[in-house]
């Protein structure tokens, strides 16, 4: 089993910056996609970005802003986020995918708890 436990969300102005981390533990994640997703109120949930051994993948929404990283010796991935805007308001969740290459919220196996990102205008 993984266990996954986000940190580094909070309130935040538009066009700040917040840097979110996710570490895992019960077992390395190395081998695993890593990746981060996000639900407004009222919103189903939305792939953010996503980490393999080697490519990352961003919603179209936030390339050029957010940036996804993985630590595989301290068994972490980070979610950098700039520019913030106040649509970026969501409840952020860190995945992980046994899968290699996963398609979508469904083929990941293991969720986090999740950390509240608000960003006022």
């Known amino acids: 089993q993984v266990q996954l436990v986000e940190s580094g969300g909070g309130l935040v102005q538009a066009g700040g910056s917040l840097r979110l981390s996710c570490a895992a533990s019960g077992r390395s994640v190395s081998s695993y996609a890593l990746g981060w997703f996000r639900q407004a109120p009222g919103k189903e949930r939305d792939f953010v970005a996503a980490?393999?051994?080697?490519?990352?993948y961003y919603a179209d929404s936030v390339k050029g802003r957010f940036t996804i990283s993985r630590d595989n010796a301290k068994n972490t991935v980070v979610l950098q986020m700039n520019s913030l805007k106040p649509e970026d308001t969501a409840v952020y969740y860190c995945?992980?995918?046994?899968?290699?290459?996963?398609?979508?919220?469904?083929?990941?196996?293991?969720w986090g708890q999740g950390t509240q990102v608000t960003v006022s205008s």
């Open positions: 980490i393999t051994w080697s490519n990352t």
């Open positions: 995945a992980a995918s046994t899968r290699p290459w996963p398609k979508g919220w469904r083929e990941y196996e293991y």
